[in-house]
């Protein structure tokens, strides 16, 4: 009887763990929630949201410099990015010589563990400089950050879609190489719009990555409080927002600070939803 | 796995040769190619850059004991990271483990429960850092008022690793073949002792191959770390006291903008530790891989 006794004891405690997943969404979404929506209700959701000026020491709360700030950034980010990814990814399923394969496919998967403190003091050191050189202005621009996060989301984007390219079915290939098209025109004109939901699930992955990248971000953004100004002009984003002032913030400061964390949130609970819908439909096809 | 790379493309400059009559294919190939060499030529120069930089400002005096504003030295840094990333490992790995067993060997596929378990842990997975740092900081230090201490860094972090253990746990526990259950139940063991003695030591290339990875994330990060663990320069003298893990470290320093030499050594180190990390999980994963042939 003892052996069945412990066996009921894990089942239970194995069940517990595989909660504490859901236990923890719970906690977050409350505690976020909790503490970030009385103050959007205190500085007015629209003057939140749409208000053009952040000056906390005139209880100025507006975060439309910032939501445009991420989603520049993130678009920025996604042109240099994508086009690159995609194309690794195409490589390594397609082109790449086998004795290369090992050593490219551990070098993006080291790309993918570099820290982003790491990414954002290369940005610093290195992108900044060169920027400021070839424009003559600040170098801590829109255009920086664009760049730096490009090559940060380069291996999520390629580590996605590399599996899904491989996952078409050989006989797609071959069948239009039988029809006479070339080796390129197989790749990019069946099996890449074949593997098109993974592609898809890769770059929505990587703009969440984008949007929620802060480290690497602050470096190199110039964090100006401002509404956007252009390529050449530095900016603000969600993220890089509550990083800066939560430090010394109080009272409603503080808790417009968490309604900034909020919104991000929503953003990327939008982007998470995405996701898994296209994963589930690739998983169907 | 590989069969169309060695079908296509033998040599580098493969498409050259039909360049005259597809130019369009060899200009796509070319493109193709050009990327694959970007992104190399990116990963090598980057590395390479800091490393050729800091390795020569690794000095001994950058390892003393005490941190002082004359020696900015990063040893409470790395001694706050070994602490945050063993604690969080000591919690996050266990769990991790626990809760894969439940979803692959006991759980009931496509059940309600199941289906919850894997929607949470896939969103927690696209929750950036820094949500997870103020959610670290509204609960851990706020609410249940442990300030800023390394725990709440580490607790903030298991929360943050814990999906990445899930899945990895998974995939290696799916990959044990059925075979070696029904054989120990076949042997008389109970379902326990199946788990424990077979599947479990079966899977552990690939449970370690995760925790590996993970223990890279906790290393590296920063934004969910910053305001649970907080700044402090001091060294610790319990878990309960607050101290910078050395990417914060790294942070303060750069933006500081006093001690670029010292950030450039210390972005080494981390670099070192995030590659040893990755070579470990690759051997892991490699292990894993020749076992089942």
């Known amino acids: 009887m003892k052996g069945k006794y412990s066996e009921r004891i894990m089942r239970v405690l194995f069940l517990a763990a595989a909660c504490t997943s859901v236990l923890a969404v719970v906690l977050i979404c409350i505690f976020l929630f909790a503490n970030g929506i009385p103050a959007m209700l205190e500085i007015g959701l629209p003057d939140f949201l749409f208000g ?10 507006g975060i439309l410099p910032f939501i445009l700030g991420s989603i520049y950034v993130t678009a920025g980010s996604v042109l240099i990015g994508v086009p690159t990814a995609l194309l690794t990814a195409v490589f390594l399923a397609f082109y790449c010589p086998k004795r290369l394969y090992p050593v490219l496919k551990a070098m993006v998967n080291l790309m993918a563990g570099i820290p982003s403190v790491v990414y954002g003091f290369f940005g610093l050191v290195w992108i900044v400089p060169l920027m400021r050189r070839l424009t003559g202005q600040d170098g801590s621009t829109m255009l920086t950050a664009s760049l730096l996060l490009g090559i940060m989301i380069l291996p999520t984007v390629t580590g996605v879609v590399e599996p899904a390219l491989r996952s078409v079915p050989e006989h797609y290939y071959e069948g239009s190489l039988a029809l006479g098209a070339t080796h390129e025109r197989s790749v990019f004109c069946v099996v890449l719009p074949a593997a098109k939901s993974g592609v898809i699930a890769g770059i929505v992955l990587g703009v969440g990555r984008s949007i929620g990248e802060t480290m690497a971000v602050i470096m190199v953004a110039g964090n100006q409080t401002w509404m956007p100004q252009g390529l050449l002009k530095g900016l603000r984003t969600m993220t890089t927002n509550i990083v800066m002032e939560m430090g010394y913030a109080t009272d409603l400061h503080r808790e417009a600070l968490i309604a900034t ?7 990327i609970l939008i982007i998470n939803l995405c996701v898994s819908a296209l994963k589930r439909r690739t998983l169907y096809e | 796995m590989n069969n ?9 400059g493969g498409f050259l040769r039909y360049a005259g009559r597809h130019p369009l294919a060899a200009a796509v190939a070319a493109l193709v190619w050009l990327a ?11 590395v390479g850059f800091i490393v050729i930089k800091g390795v020569r400002h690794l000095s001994p005096e950058l390892f003393s004991w005490n941190y002082t504003t004359d020696n900015v030295s990063l040893m409470p840094a790395l001694i706050n990271t070994l602490i945050i990333t063993a604690t969080a490992l000591l919690i996050a790995v266990p769990l991790g483990i626990f809760a894969a067993v439940y979803l692959v060997e006991y759980a009931k596929k496509g059940s309600r429960m199941v289906g919850l378990i894997r929607i949470t842990t896939e969103t927690l997975q696209g929750i950036p850092s820094i949500i997870y740092g103020l959610f670290g900081l509204l609960f851990f230090c706020t609410a249940l008022k442990w300030r800023y201490s390394l725990l709440a860094g580490s607790m903030t972090l298991v929360i943050m690793i814990l999906p990445l253990v899930i ?3 998974e995939e290696a526990l799916i990959s044990v073949p059925d075979a070696y259950r029904e054989a120990s139940f076949g042997l008389g063991a109970g379902k326990l002792r199946t788990i424990f003695r077979v599947v479990l030591p079966t899977a552990i290339p690939g449970i370690l191959s995760g925790v590996v990875l993970a223990t890279g994330r906790i290393v590296g990060e920063t934004a ?8 402090a320069t001091k060294m610790v003298s319990s878990l309960m006291d607050s101290g910078r893990s050395l990417a914060v470290h790294m942070y303060v320093l750069s933006t ?30 490699r292990s894993l891989m020749k076992r089942q042939g």
């Open chain 1, 261 to 267: 964390g909020v919104v991000l949130f929503v953003f």
């Open chain 2, 167 to 169: 899945r990895t746990t």
């Open chain 2, 224 to 231: 969910a770390v910053l305001y649970p663990a907080g700044t």
């Open chain 2, 4 to 12: 169309r790379n060695t079908k296509k493309n033998k040599s580098p």
């Open chain 1, 52 to 61: 053009q000026k952040w000056k906390p020491s005139n209880d100025l709360y």
């Open chain 2, 256 to 285: 500081e903008g006093i001690y670029m030499d010292q950030a450039y050594a210390t972005a080494v180190v981390l670099l070192a530790v995030v590659l040893a990390l990755n070579a470990l999980s690759t051997a892991c994963a």
């Open chain 2, 36 to 46: 694959a060499l970007l992104v190399m030529a990116a990963l090598v120069f980057l």
